[in-house]
């Protein structure tokens, strides 16, 4: 049988070659012969064509979101197959700029296989020119903004995670989203610059915000009202890690070495967009600057003040746990081994409790502004203090 056509598929059913392919579990190996693989041409922009309002807040939102390439002369707006209803939305609003849509196959060395890219396509020198006139104002950031949240934001636990390629991007938008929107936002140290919405309340209010905007989006609503089963993953993460433990009785008052392993779990429902829970890349990277950087090689009594009188696995998962909950709002449980046969397994207070409840009082012993300043500290200076405290009741 012959390899079906691209043109007559998506005449006789709406799909494309690579959609074909996943409808049957076929590779694309069998359907693209080597004369179809490569980049496409592009097109170049019609005469008279002036993009719009709609056109440049719709790219400036795509920028913000990582999906504008520029190699050469060609200008590309990176799509997902599961998503092409999206991205011919972007089409729509992006056509003035001289934007077609071509799905490429390729075969990159090292994969093994044909691989298709979906992509939106211009000759870059289309977007730049004197559009729009010095005098005409910038289009509203709403779209902007919605565009950009359609297509990086994700979801977890009720939060909203916006990740920036540039600290002023995300400075930018923390500004438009406080002044325009009310919702606060807190900054994350995650390897790139990243907000997450404050509270569960500053979610609602940005999705109200821009709720015209994203409801017109084909499939971004109900990404961000998911109705998807709900799941746990587990990253493993090991440390090596000396301690000890202050007035214990037994051995453990000596400081003493070994190998820890951590496991992370993450519980929620899958996101549609990318069929995870979360990306296991930002797990480990979390859980690596977090947890990791601090004890590995490190003796946990001096790696910080929280555990410097009892460093338990006890302490150790209430430690963590409140290290990773910013980052993790859907942290489920932490399971700590001390050794093969000694382990611990917690589960704390999610975000908002934390929020509310703030630092653990177990981990600030030490640090308590209080300590040094009961009644019976003068009892240090002599046997026989000036002012005697009253006996307790």
């Not at 509270?199 to 961000?224: I, K, N, Q, S, Y």
Request: charged share 20%; glycine share 6%; with cysteine.
């Amino acid at each position: 049988m012959a390899a079906p056509d691209n043109r007559h598929l998506h005449a006789c059913s709406g799909l494309t070659l690579q959609e074909y392919a996943l409808r049957h579990a076929l590779p694309l190996d069998r359907l693209v012969g080597p004369d179809a693989l490569g980049e496409a041409e592009v097109a170049p922009l019609s005469a008279g064509t002036v993009p719009d309002e709609p056109a440049r807040a719709v790219l400036a939102g795509l920028r913000l979101a990582g999906r504008v390439a520029e190699r050469g002369t060609v200008c590309r707006v990176e799509g997902e197959v599961a998503w092409l209803d999206l991205l011919f939305w972007d089409l729509a609003r992006l056509a003035p700029y001289g934007f077609r849509y071509r799905q490429e196959y390729l075969a990159e060395p090292g994969s093994h296989r044909v691989m298709a890219r979906n992509r939106l396509v211009a000759h870059k020198r289309n977007l730049v020119g004197a559009w729009p006139p010095a005098t005409e104002p910038p289009p509203p950031p709403a779209l902007k903004y919605a565009t950009y949240v359609a297509h990086a934001a994700e979801l977890h636990a009720g939060y909203l995670f916006l990740p920036f390629v540039s600290p002023d991007e995300a400075d930018d938008a923390a500004q438009y989203l406080a002044r325009d929107l009310a919702v606060r936002t807190r900054r994350l140290d995650a390897g790139q610059p990243l907000l997450r919405t404050l509270a569960l309340t500053d979610t609602e209010r940005l999705l109200a915000g821009l709720e015209a905007e994203l409801t017109a989006m084909p499939g971004v609503w109900a990404r961000f009202h998911p109705d998807t089963p709900t799941i746990s993953v587990t990253k493993e993460v090991v440390f090596d890690a000396a301690h000890f433990l202050t007035d214990h009785p037994a051995k453990c008052r000596n400081l003493h070495g070994g190998r820890y392993v951590l496991q992370v779990e993450v519980r929620g429902p899958i996101d549609p967009a990318t069929g995870c829970l979360l990306d296991y890349g930002y797990l480990k990277r979390v859980v690596n600057a977090r947890v990791v950087e601090d004890f590995d090689h490190h003796t946990l009594n001096y790696a910080t003040p929280d555990l410097a009188w009892r460093s338990t696995t006890e302490l150790i998962c209430v430690y963590i746990w409140e290290r990773l909950i910013d980052y993790l709002p859907g942290l489920a449980s932490l399971t700590l081994y001390e050794t093969p046969q000694s382990w611990c397994r917690y589960s704390g207070p999610d975000l908002a409790a934390w929020q509310a409840l703030g630092k653990n009082p177990l981990l600030g012993r030490f640090t308590d502004p209080a300590l040094g300043r009961s009644p019976w500290r003068p009892w240090q200076d002599g046997p026989e203090p000036k002012a005697r405290p009253a006996a307790p009741r």
